[in-house]
């Protein structure tokens, strides 16, 4: 039990210690004017109280992802906590406080245009279509996984849930964010409490024995590799570019700069302590990763919080509950994913969204592409998520690490997980079977290279000299 609360307050520490050290060398300015007040226009640039912006991005970034992906990180053994802690507090809460950051500076746009800021047009145009395609899958991995959760709650078929989740994320697409986000996350909020804590405190006074053994052996049953496919499985709860398309959403409500630590950085060390529950209730519940891979073969990830939330809160309320608290996770992003993508295609299209009308434009063929992916298996989808996702988050650590050093900064915070995360991807699409499926040894050493030579380019690319013919602003 100890190992768990160790790490618990190893992400609490690190939210007021490198979070605070992140902050400072960021520099945020409280007397500049936000986006939410310069550009308001009750829709989309909507200034709202920091504690609701608070809650409205932790349950944007939180979707799947810190349920499902520790799930089955947990295959992996004891050194899935260590990921979700490290990765937190030096890799996601970094990307998300940048991203969050760097869209305040900049009018509150989407990432494409502040990545285009950073790293040229060239990554702008890859990141919209990139941004565009992630946030499909996201939405449509946000429909089926609650559909299936709530056909098990209910008895009521998948595709009938489907459909009414797909109805629900296109009113919020379409309607300002205060009026349904805004008043709803309040409530999905407090849901989303009682199972975390709910789930912790009966799993730990039932005589479960919490985390048996530590090692950093790895202890997945079908002997797949650690490196590189943990870090690609728990994504969300460590480090996940998907949630720099969401930070923007919020750089459009904040008031202050001052609330960019804990907006940013606090609701990823947020989502880092659901992710860290979930892995500890996989490790705990289950003797060994052996009857976890069974629980997963029966019913998925799905039948797996099922089970879990069922057997230690029973049937009634309390499990009821629990499972209504995973499935806002996913709904409330979902909701967010498709409303990012349809910002990133007006701001391209240059296309208010002041007019209802012109928001159905856009929603109505993104809808219909979402509802056509919805027909591909599921498991592809989530391995091509996975990817996509980490991918994304890669090129974000860069911009980061590009602003800082056009600024004589101290870019290292952004640079060395820029550095690992571009080892992670590479790796990951050279073995897996979505990519080239390389031997193992031959694609680590290919992620290695991606890396170095990735490294070698940063510094070439923002060189001193370089640098001088840029022209910074702020």
């Not at 902050?23 to 986006?35: G, H, W």
């Not at 429909?143 to 797909?166: D, E, R």
């Not at 289950?286 to 009857?291: D, L, S």
């Not at 980490?390 to 060395?416: F, P």
Request: positive net charge; proline residues 5%; hydrophobic residues 55%.
């Amino acid at each position: 039990m100890a190992y768990f609360f160790i790490a618990l307050a190893a992400l609490v520490i690190g939210y007021f210690t490198y979070g605070k050290f992140v902050d400072n060398l960021f520099q945020p300015d409280a007397t500049r004017c936000t986006p939410a007040t310069a550009l308001e226009d009750g829709v989309d640039y909507v200034p709202m109280k920091p504690w609701k912006i608070f809650l409205v991005q932790i349950l944007n970034i939180a979707g799947l992802g810190p349920i499902f992906g520790p799930i089955l990180g947990a295959l992996y053994g004891p050194s899935a906590l260590i990921w979700v802690v490290l990765g937190t507090i030096f890799a996601g809460a970094v990307h998300d406080y940048f991203s969050g950051m760097l869209s305040i500076r900049n009018r509150g746009e989407s990432i494409p245009d502040v990545v285009g800021y950073e790293l040229g047009n060239a990554f702008k145009q890859f990141m919209r279509g990139f941004s565009i395609v992630l946030l499909l899958l996201v939405g449509v991995v946000f429909v089926l996984g609650p559909a299936k959760l709530l056909a098990q709650l209910s008895g009521l078929a998948t595709p009938y849930w489907v459909a009414i989740v797909f109805i629900y994320y296109f009113v919020a697409t379409l309607l300002p964010i205060d009026k349904i986000i805004g008043r709803l996350y309040p409530v999905f909020g407090a849901i989303l409490m009682f199972m975390a804590v709910g789930l912790t405190l009966a799993i730990m006074t039932q005589g479960y024995d919490i985390i048996p053994t530590f090692t950093l052996d790895n202890m997945h049953p079908k002997g797949l590799p650690l490196w590189p496919l943990m870090f690609i499985t728990i994504a969300c709860g460590a480090i996940s570019g998907f949630h720099s398309t969401q930070s923007p959403l919020m750089a459009r409500c904040v008031t202050c700069e001052d609330q960019g630590r804990p907006v940013f950085y606090g609701a990823m060390v947020g989502e880092g302590i659901i992710a860290l529950i979930w892995v500890m209730l996989g490790l705990s519940f289950y003797h060994n990763p052996g009857e976890l891979q069974a629980a997963l073969a029966a019913g998925g990830p799905a039948g797996v919080v099922n089970q879990i939330s069922t057997t230690l809160l029973g049937t009634g309320f309390g499990g009821t509950l629990a499972i209504l608290g995973v499935v806002v996770l996913p709904i409330t992003s979902g909701d967010t994913a498709f409303r990012s993508a349809r910002l990133i295609i007006a701001d391209f299209m240059k296309l208010s969204q002041k007019e209802p009308v012109k928001r159905l434009y856009i929603s109505i063929p993104l809808f219909v592409v979402g509802f056509i992916i919805t027909k591909l298996e599921f498991g592809l989808i989530w391995r091509y998520f996975g990817w996509a996702n980490q991918t994304l988050a890669m090129v974000v650590l860069w911009t980061a690490a590009a602003y800082m050093i056009k600024r004589g900064k101290l870019h290292w915070i952004a640079t060395i997980p820029a550095t690992f995360m571009t080892a992670v991807t590479i790796t990951y699409i050279a073995y897996e079977k979505i990519g080239f499926q390389l031997p193992i040894e031959i694609a680590t050493w290919v992620g290695i290279a991606a890396a170095a030579g990735a490294l070698v380019w940063f510094f070439l690319t923002f060189r001193p000299s370089r640098i001088q013919q840029m022209t910074v602003t702020d």
